[in-house]
């Protein structure tokens, strides 16, 4: 029996991706670094150092490490003037009612993503109270397809990995899911038709059928 659901963030709860894609390609740009959709797509669910190493494979130019930190606080700075725009109206409603149902069902809700401005997210759309945890970027040391920020979060909620459900709409976060011993739902994004998904849902609401 299942205790409680990990929601992965960008692309589960909000729809942040294209924050995320507009933030890189003013980076790209300024590189000269052709960027374009199917190029991210390949990068979803990564970190954000992973995903700056990706793309910058593709400059014939190399890059001290000094440089890659700057390019990648760039970036976030970027995203985060795009976040400070965000409201609780960017939640679509299936969402809330899918937290809410789960909730009156006594699930234990926990957020496991790897980006570190995950909080200031759950913040500007009101989502942080309807959550027991929530584990982020700035809790672990390894990005998905790791599972320790899927570890992490069940340890907060105090359940065994078996016992939680990971919903995720990337393949990386379908194999970090695996990878530590939870179940995985795949909503949307690469993650969809992924063989490596125990279930999937076109719904969030879909959820309260599954638990």
């Known amino acids: 029996m299942k205790k409680a659901v ?17 933030a890189w390609r003013i980076l790209t ?10 190029r991210y797509d390949g990068i979803r669910g990564l970190s954000r150092m992973d995903s700056l190493e990706r793309i910058l494979a593709f400059s014939p130019r190399q890059f001290t490490r000094e440089e890659k930190e700057a390019l990648a606080a760039e ?10 725009q965000m409201g609780p109206e960017e939640v679509d409603g299936d969402v809330r009612a899918a937290l809410r149902g789960l909730r009156e069902k006594g699930l234990l809700l926990a957020v496991g993503s790897s980006s570190k401005n995950a909080k200031r997210i759950l913040a500007r759309t009101e989502l942080t109270a309807c959550f027991d945890a929530i584990a982020d970027g700035s809790m672990v040391t390894r990005a998905k397809p790791d599972p320790e920020v899927f570890l992490k979060a069940a340890e907060l909620l105090r359940v065994a990995p078996a016992q939680a459900l990971v919903v995720e709409d990337a393949a990386a976060g379908l194999r970090a899911a695996k990878a530590g011993g939870l179940q995985a739902v795949a909503f949307g994004g690469d993650a969809a038709g992924n063989p490596l998904a125990d279930y ?6 879909a959820l309260l059928e599954l638990v």
């Not at 990990?6 to 507009?22: K, Q, S």
């Not at 999937?200 to 609401?205: G, P, Q, S």
């Open 29 to 38: 740009d300024k590189l000269g670094i052709d960027f374009p959709q199917e």
């Open 6 to 22: 990990i929601f992965d963030l960008d692309g589960v709860l909000v729809h942040t991706d294209r924050y995320h894609y507009n």
């Open 75 to 84: 970036k976030n700075e970027a995203y985060l003037q795009r976040v400070e």
């Open 200 to 205: 999937e849902v076109t719904r969030l609401t």
